[in-house]
């Protein structure tokens, strides 16, 4: 009963915060009978679902943002010098006697 | 109604004289030439022609080896061209200078124009080629890598995505394949036409600079909505 206490305040914490936390904490009648450490998190249910899926919908992470930025800023980049290009089609065809 | 034909007059000549002051100097300064002309005006002329030609030429290979829109196998088509184009230009000014009829000098002197089309289709063509390479190498494959990631991004918070930016996300995908039918292939056809091609079809090079545009106009509102979406998420 107090593995299951402890557990589900480090849930609340984990919600009320609003960080994802480095592993999910565990929550189980497995480890609330047995008193053991699982070798892998087991599935969140109840009040730690909630908690587990407003950290995912809020989960972009900075990495994957970034890295979408770069391939439009070198989009934006070589749509600039596509101007460039254009331009400079156009200088010649402007100033066209033949 | 005196009144508005003598405002219109006005305003086509404002817009002449606009149009003709922003020309370089050497489109204004080139002389007419025709069959009253003397040998001498048109070796004149002929001269003023080639050297211009010669000019803008030798300044697109130095624009040209600094730009690294162009694929390598475009840049090696290009470069060629120019370098033909110049030593040509060279060669007709020479042969001209060297005729001794107005017949002859008058031939010669047309075939700068329509022999080698150096402003209306040599130098076009070589920037044309180069932004469809860059859109095709460079803009498109990057702003697919960008809507991946964002589709990836979707798929796994999917609570994050409003109607709205699922929509955006639509819209981006279509843009960039629009922009990928346009620009496909546009580079080989900017560089297929030739001095005839543009002699017996004036608007050949419009259909390719029209594709360009739309590309372009493509890729600039995929990456439009590719930023927007990135604001979002944040």
Same mark, same amino acid.
């Given at each position: 009963?107090?593995?299951?206490?402890?557990?589900?305040?480090?849930?609340?914490?984990?919600?009320?915060?609003?960080?994802?936390?480095?592993?999910?904490?565990?929550?189980?009648?497995?480890?609330?009978?047995?008193?053991?450490?699982?070798?892998?998190?087991?599935?969140?249910?109840?009040?730690?679902?909630?908690?587990?899926?407003?950290?995912?919908?809020?989960?972009?992470?900075?990495?994957?943002?970034?890295?979408?930025?770069?391939?439009?800023?070198?989009?934006?980049?070589a749509?600039?010098q596509?101007?460039?290009d254009?331009?400079?089609?156009?200088?010649?065809?402007?100033?066209?006697?033949? | 109604?005196?009144?508005?034909?003598?405002?219109?007059?006005?305003?086509?000549?404002?817009?002449?004289?606009?149009?003709?002051?922003?020309?370089?100097?050497?489109?204004?300064?080139?002389?007419?030439?025709?069959?009253?002309?003397?040998?001498?005006?048109?070796?004149?002329?002929?001269?003023?022609?080639?050297?211009?030609? $010669?000019?803008?030429?030798?300044?697109?290979i130095?624009k040209l080896d600094t730009n690294t829109s162009l694929a390598s196998g475009d840049r090696a088509t290009v470069l060629a061209r120019f370098n033909?184009?110049?030593?040509?230009?060279?060669?007709?000014?020479?042969? $001209?200078?060297?005729?001794?009829?107005?017949?002859?000098?008058?031939?010669?002197?047309?075939?700068?124009?329509?022999?080698?089309?150096?402003?209306?289709?040599?130098?076009?063509?070589a920037f044309?080629a180069a932004a469809g390479d860059r859109l095709t190498a460079t803009?498109?494959?990057?702003?697919?890598?960008?809507?991946?990631?964002?589709?990836?991004?979707?798929?796994?918070?999917?609570?994050?995505?409003?109607? #709205?930016?699922?929509?955006?996300?639509?819209?981006?995908?279509?843009?960039?394949?629009?922009?990928?039918?346009?620009?496909?292939?546009l580079a080989a056809?900017a560089l297929?036409?030739?001095? #005839?091609?543009?002699?017996?079809?004036?608007?050949?090079?419009?259909?390719?600079?029209?594709?360009?545009?739309?590309?372009?106009?493509?890729?600039?509102?995929?990456?439009?909505?590719?930023? #927007?979406?990135?604001?979002?998420?944040?």
């Amino acid at each position: 009963m107090l593995a299951v206490a402890l557990a589900l305040t480090g849930c609340s914490r984990a919600a009320t915060s609003g960080t994802t936390p480095a592993s999910p904490p565990s929550v189980s009648a497995t480890s609330a009978t047995s008193g053991t450490t699982p070798a892998s998190p087991p599935s969140v249910s109840g009040a730690a679902t909630t908690a587990q899926a407003t950290a995912e919908g809020s989960a972009t992470d900075a990495g994957t943002l970034d890295g979408i930025s770069h391939d439009l800023d070198s989009a934006d980049s070589a749509n600039a010098q596509t101007d460039a290009d254009q331009h400079s089609a156009d200088q010649a065809t402007a100033t066209s006697d033949g | 109604m005196k009144r508005i034909a003598t405002m219109a007059a006005v305003g086509t000549a404002v817009c002449a004289l606009s149009l003709a002051t922003s020309l370089p100097a050497f489109a204004a300064g080139t002389p007419t030439v025709d069959a009253h002309s003397t040998l001498a005006q048109i070796q004149a002329a002929a001269s003023t022609a080639t050297s211009d030609r $010669i000019t803008s030429l030798k300044t697109a290979i130095g624009k040209l080896d600094t730009n690294t829109s162009l694929a390598s196998g475009d840049r090696a088509t290009v470069l060629a061209r120019f370098n033909a184009d110049v030593t040509a230009m060279g060669s007709v000014e020479s042969k $001209i200078a060297a005729d001794t009829t107005v017949a002859t000098a008058l031939s010669d002197y047309h075939d700068i124009f329509t022999g080698y089309r150096v402003y209306a289709v040599a130098l076009p063509q070589a920037f044309e080629a180069a932004a469809g390479d860059r859109l095709t190498a460079t803009a498109i494959p990057k702003l697919r890598s960008a809507h991946d990631k964002l589709a990836a991004d979707l798929a796994a918070h999917p609570t994050k995505w409003t109607d #709205a930016m699922k929509a955006q996300l639509n819209d981006m995908a279509s843009k960039i394949a629009d922009a990928s039918g346009h620009a496909n292939g546009l580079a080989a056809r900017a560089l297929a036409v030739t001095p #005839a091609q543009y002699n017996a079809n004036k608007t050949v090079i419009t259909a390719i600079r029209t594709d360009l545009k739309t590309a372009v106009g493509d890729t600039k509102a995929a990456a439009a909505d590719g930023h #927007a979406l990135v604001t979002a998420l944040k």
